[in-house]
């Protein structure tokens, strides 16, 4: 995992510590000595996690949050506090500033990189959204990207899953007005009972005398249906373990043992805020991408969002200096198809071969329908040799299977194959004209060796 972490702290040796820590685990580090610096990193680079001290002079880490939560341009980037500060009302009033967590000095290295971590794959995810949602701003995206989701009146619905009666009731007093609480005891009960019901969050004690809380959250992590759903673990005293290997599971916060109702009301406001906010550019990305840039045949992208999406994953690429590739693929012969069965039977060729190439690919790849019978895949993080092995991977299955095509009670099976060209982002000087091109060559090379083949092109 690589990102770029912001430190941010007026004393040069607690910058320094925390920067050999982090580059020790390879992450990219910037740093900043004062507030106004912070923000302006944040503005104009490309931050994936801020560590930010609280005290500091002029502008305090609580102000330097504030407002980096209030800009829609940086609201999404997620903050933690690092402080000597171990107040419960400090970590309270870091909290309503917007912070997605606190950790107090000294800092224990598993604590922060574990913590770190877990906050990158939430900045990545949303990130990802972002970007598509950026590709669609002629139809409304900036009002979208603007709205302040945590200011909304609606009352979240809210599950715990916890077995002790007094624990329970002691949630139930602390939330009965900032939330719709359910109660689950039993935790396999709980589980059914998360993935049927459209909570916005879920609150899972560490308290079961015979069952371990962390495969519940593995198994919500599991399941499309809550894979996003925010998770706060409710811990005891001397868990720091747990704790640890839960972030590292994909928990999003925890609360120890004994509960302060301050400090519970603002985690689940955070977490439901930033759930909400992820839930509505999904909702946007899904409603507009569908409407302009997909190919009502497939399903897929169109070259439209193509054009304009590749720039932007190339950009970050480039920028992140992180590997990117991309494939064409031609269904071979394809003009027979269309002139034995005709139109209709070539669209079910179609149909079925974006389908099984969705199959194939990463949810984070981007899979395009270029023309006619020409597909791109454009894949993140993605070398040439890994890239290679995807396309032949779709290459064996597209030739093994045959496709079954026609009307119910005649359908006929037809044997498709499919040539397929490579190309990797260079170091040094590319372009995306370049990477295409270099692409379409391997493409051209596949068809006339005999078609039914991957080429990479290195260069």
Do not use: W
């Amino acid at each position: 995992m690589t990102a770029r972490i912001l430190v941010v702290d007026d004393i040069p040796a607690n910058v320094r510590l925390l920067e050999v820590r982090l580059l020790a685990e390879y992450f990219e580090v910037l740093t900043a000595t004062n507030g106004p610096d912070a923000i302006e990193t944040c503005e104009n680079g490309k931050v994936d996690v801020v560590l930010l001290d609280v005290m500091m002079p002029d502008m305090d880490g609580f102000e330097v949050c504030r407002r980096l939560k209030s800009d829609p341009a940086t609201s999404h980037i997620p903050v933690v506090m690092i402080t000597a500060l171990d107040q419960v009302s400090d970590r309270v009033r870091g909290l309503e500033a917007g912070a997605d967590d606190f950790l107090t000095k000294p800092v224990n290295d598993l604590q922060l990189m574990t913590r770190v971590k877990s906050l990158v794959r939430l900045k990545s995810l949303t990130d990802e959204l972002r970007l598509r949602a950026s590709t669609t701003r002629n139809i409304g995206i900036e009002e979208l990207l603007s709205r302040n989701f945590a200011s909304e009146d609606t009352t979240p619905k809210v599950l715990l899953i916890d077995e002790r009666k007094s624990s329970i009731e002691r949630v139930q007093k602390m939330l009965r007005d900032c939330a719709d609480l359910d109660v689950a005891s039993d935790p396999h009960a709980g589980f059914f009972q998360a993935a049927e019901t459209p909570y916005e969050c879920v609150m899972i004690s560490t308290s079961f005398a015979d069952f371990d809380p962390l495969r519940l959250c593995s198994q919500l992590r599991s399941l499309d249906r809550t894979r996003f759903l925010p998770i706060i673990l409710l811990a005891e005293e001397g868990e720091e373990e747990r704790i640890i290997r839960g972030l590292e599971l994909g928990i999003n916060d925890y609360l120890m043992r004994p509960i302060d109702q301050h400090e519970l009301t603002a985690r689940l406001r955070t977490q439901v805020r930033r759930k909400r906010y992820n839930d509505q550019l999904r909702a946007s990305v899904t409603q507009t991408i569908e409407m302009a840039v997909t190919d009502g045949l497939t399903g897929l992208h169109n070259r439209r969002y193509l054009d304009s999406h590749l720039q932007t994953l190339f950009d970050r690429a480039v920028a992140r200096r992180r590997p990117l590739s991309v494939m064409i693929t031609d269904l071979d012969r394809f003009k027979s198809i269309n002139d034995t069965h005709g139109h209709d039977g070539g669209d079910e060729v179609l149909r079925e071969f974006a389908r099984r190439l969705r199959k194939n690919v990463r949810g984070i790849d981007l899979a395009c329908r270029f023309g006619g019978e020409e597909f791109v895949v454009v894949m993140p993080d993605t070398d040439g040799a890994v890239a290679e092995k995807v396309a032949e991977r779709i290459r064996a299955e597209i030739a093994q299977m045959p496709f079954a095509i026609g009307p119910d009670g005649k359908v006929i099976e037809v044997t498709v194959t499919v040539s397929v060209g490579v190309s990797s982002v260079l170091k040094g000087v590319d372009t995306v004209a370049a990477l295409m091109k270099r692409a379409d060559l391997a493409l051209y090379e596949a068809k006339s060796g005999g078609r039914n083949r991957v080429v990479a092109k290195a260069a």
